[in-house]
């Protein structure tokens, strides 16, 4: 720390993001990227005339890209906010509707950026734990009086909360925005889009690292009234108004538009996620109930920590969380057909190796 930094940030303990490892070739299972590359369509948008285009500044409404999502999702371009990443949307959200009477409020065990938000802004964060079997229990919820974040499917969990529950914090927090971030529904979970219309305090958080293949190209999205929409411009225009760049307008609507290429991918990961669970069960391992692109496992006879080396030592890459509650399990990207193939051969040879089955 140099002796210039604000001591309003001394404190804060930034997010760690899952190893990106340099060193050597690893199967990439930490991170809930996707296994396969952009739609064709993403490649084929990103041509040279578009490349000499990048010394002018990108559109700062990203209109090509808010009206293909509009179009997917059947609403008016006027609900829909873009990203530098659902990570920016996150942070405008906590700036714009959170201060010192209405405070943030999620579960204990979620998305690890939601706290460090709160810090880096000075918000009270009210964390609520999951009940014993890791899910979240929706009464904790209602009439909260505070602005709620919930990710749905819950990360790292992977566990999805139905329809109804949403609809009953939706509906018991009037006052409050209930923000929920659907980086994984794409691959089983429920969408609250149906109830977009109905609630004024929805705000619908969503992703293209995930389900679309571009988590490189820092892509999020929120779907909400036209009010809430006004708002993140506000922030968004205060800080930095030329938030995706040309390349990432260009990428997103591509993708956006190539709903087969989509389709065909998030059948895949579901496939997978199928045969995995039933590969490792057959080992011993028990697993929360996943509706999401990654799995989280745990094994009587081996502790998270262990398994998460022995598979990097053979060079698969897993995350493992060292929290209480959740340090047994580890959570598993679910990757393509080859990928989780060869974890299950290397974890059936971690067990063959300790003698353990
Ligand atoms: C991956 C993830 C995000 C961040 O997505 P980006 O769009 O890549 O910033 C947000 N929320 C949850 C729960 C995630 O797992």
Redesign the pocket.
């Known amino acids: 720390m140099s002796r210039f930094l604000s001591k309003r940030f001394a404190a804060i303990e930034p997010y760690v993001p899952g190893e990106q490892p340099k060193e050597r070739q690893y199967i990439k299972l930490n991170?809930?990227e996707s296994p396969f590359p952009p739609s064709p369509q993403v490649v084929a948008a990103i041509n040279e005339q578009e490349l000499n285009k990048l010394h002018v500044y990108p559109d700062p409404q990203a209109s090509l890209l808010t009206e293909a999502i509009a179009a997917f999702y059947g609403v008016e371009k006027k609900q829909i906010f873009v990203?530098?990443?659902?990570?920016?949307?996150?942070a405008f959200s906590f700036m714009a509707f959170c201060d010192e009477e209405k405070r943030a409020c999620f579960p204990d065990i979620?998305?690890g950026?939601y706290p460090v938000y709160a810090d880096l802004l000075s918000i009270e964060a009210l964390q609520i734990p999951l009940k014993e079997d890791l899910s979240i229990d929706v009464a904790d919820y209602l009439n909260c009086g505070h602005n709620i974040f919930i990710?749905n499917p819950?990360?790292?969990t992977g566990i999805g909360l139905p329809l109804e529950q949403i609809e009953a914090i939706l509906k018991t927090n009037p006052d409050q925005l209930v923000f929920i971030?659907e980086?994984?529904a794409d691959f089983g979970g429920q969408s609250c889009l149906p109830l977009l219309s109905r609630y004024d305090n929805l705000l619908l958080?969503?992703?293209?690292?995930?389900s679309r293949s571009l988590?490189g190209a820092?892509?999020?999205f929120a779907l909400a009234s036209p009010q809430i929409i006004e708002d993140l411009n506000k922030i968004k225009f205060s800080f930095n108004p030329y938030n995706l760049n040309r390349l990432s307008i260009l990428a997103g609507a591509a993708a956006m538009a190539d709903e087969n290429y989509f389709q065909d991918c998030r059948r895949q990961i579901m496939g997978n996620r199928q045969k995995t669970i039933a590969g490792l069960q057959a080992l011993g391992f028990t697993m929360t109930d996943s509706c999401?692109n990654f799995i989280f496992v745990k094994h009587e006879k081996l502790s998270g920590q262990d398994y998460y080396l022995r598979l990097k030592q053979k060079g698969i890459l897993v995350r493992h969380f060292q929290k209480p509650r959740i340090s047994d399990y580890v959570r598993i990207t679910i990757g393509s057909d080859r990928e989780m193939a060869e974890l299950l051969r290397q974890t059936a040879a971690i067990f063959d190796e300790g003698g353990l089955r």
């Open positions: 991170t809930n990203g530098n990443g659902s990570d920016e949307i996150l979620t998305y950026f990710a819950n990360a790292p971030d980086a994984y958080c969503a992703t293209f690292s995930k988590a820092r892509i999020g999401a």
